[in-house]
Nanobody, 118 residues
Framework: VQLQASGGGLVQAGDSLRLSCAAS????????MGWFRQAPGKEREFVAA????????YRADSVKGRFSISRDNAKNTVALQMNSLKPEDTAVYYC????????????WGQGTQVTVSS
């Protein structure tokens, strides 16, 4: 599956931003979809994930209550709604796919930059 992330930008602390990831190439609903981020000088970290049906979501403690993940299997898209953004949310955000029956995210998008100014 090919993944294309979009929606990043420069915002102020407290603002909201919605990232979107479009998938193509294979059956989208066969994949657990996730969002990760990598800040300068730091390792890539997990942000959120959503199961194939969209029935279960997971979020990192650092974003709980602020970020939400959703997917539309009919449109082959997954979104990350980010509210109450903080400067520490500044990072390149990547969407990723994990095929059903596997344990690792094997498919990655190109990343979209999110910068939150204080």
């Amino acid at each position: 599956v090919q993944l294309q992330a979009s929606g990043g930008g420069l915002v102020q602390a407290g603002d909201s931003l919605r990232l979107s990831c479009a998938a193509s190439g294979r059956t989208f609903s066969d994949y657990v979809m996730g969002w990760f981020r990598q800040a300068p000088g730091k390792e890539r970290e997990f942000v959120a994930a959503i199961t194939w049906s969209g029935g279960t979501t997971y979020r990192a403690d650092s974003v709980k209550g602020r970020f939400s993940i959703s997917r539309d299997n009919a449109k082959n898209t997954v979104a990350l709604q980010m509210n109450s953004l903080k400067p520490e949310d500044t990072a390149v955000y990547y969407c990723a796919g994990k095929e059903r029956g596997t344990t690792a995210y094997g498919y990655w998008g190109q990343g979209t930059q999110v910068t939150v100014s204080s």
